[in-house]
């Protein structure tokens, strides 16, 4: 079946701008994440998604940050008013539940770069 | 709190060789999985190996095998017959809660 699929790419966008990007999760699993992967801190969670329960939203770092799955499906992740600390290749997971027992699935990324 | 550490963050051998990655961890939590990711220059992620911290005997998936000592809270990886295609970034992560975290990864090159 289908993977975990994350729209654009690639984005190229001008400081201060707004930015959001797509993640598709796999059909029928209830739980999603967002990850960053940047040069100078490696791999780190942004937010987390379970069904309909409040997200996990612990790892935003800062309040130009927000994220908002829609009717358990899709997310989108915007970054308003960019910085270029900002640039990182943005990765999405889903998994069946969010019970840690379950594998979580990655998306391929979305390269975002802040000129 | 959750944290993984990778020390080496470069390693190179020669093709049909052995290589082992090291990764250390620290947990609070009671049950949790440990795993090992492989990222090619594509991107994506892809998972090579877990371990559930309550098993002791260690996980293996065809050439991939680990090394999982719970007390010392070490999870080494050791890649077997080593081919070009497993050149790669290799991160150890741990999930005890439902976030991953993630060590700073080791670059793998496979040299012909």
């Known amino acids: 079946g289908a993977g975990v699929s994350q729209s654009p790419s690639n984005k190229v966008t001008e400081k201060g701008k707004d930015v959001e990007l797509r993640c598709d999760p796999i059909?029928?699993?209830?739980?999603l994440y967002w990850y960053r992967q940047s040069l100078g801190q490696g791999l780190e969670f942004l937010i987390y998604f379970q069904g309909n329960s409040a997200p996990d939203k612990s790892g935003l770092p800062s309040d130009r940050f927000s994220a908002e799955r829609t009717g358990g499906s899709v997310s989108t992740l915007t970054i308003q008013r960019t910085q270029q600390e900002d640039s990182a290749v943005y990765l999405c997971?889903?998994?069946?539940?969010?019970?840690?027992?379950?594998?979580?699935?990655f998306g391929p990324g979305t390269r975002l770069t802040v000129t | 709190a959750q944290t993984v550490t990778q020390s080496q963050p470069e390693m190179s051998v020669q093709e049909a060789e052995t290589v082992t990655l090291s990764c250390t961890y620290d947990t609070s939590e009671n049950n949790y999985y440990l795993f090992w990711y492989k990222q090619p220059p594509s991107r994506q992620m892809i998972l090579v190996i877990r371990?559930?911290?309550?098993?002791?005997q260690n996980a293996t998936e065809n050439r991939f095998s680990v090394n999982f000592q719970k007390a010392a809270k070490s999870f080494s990886l050791k890649i077997s017959d080593s081919q070009l295609g497993d050149t790669a970034m290799y991160f150890c992560?741990?999930?005890?809660?439902?976030?991953?975290?993630f060590g700073q990864g080791t670059r793998l090159t496979i040299n012909p």
């Open positions: 992560a741990v999930q005890g809660a439902q976030k991953l975290v």
């Open positions: 997971a889903s998994s069946e539940t969010g019970d840690y027992t379950y594998e979580q699935y």
């Open positions: 059909s029928g699993h209830t739980a």
């Open positions: 371990q559930e911290a309550y098993k002791q």
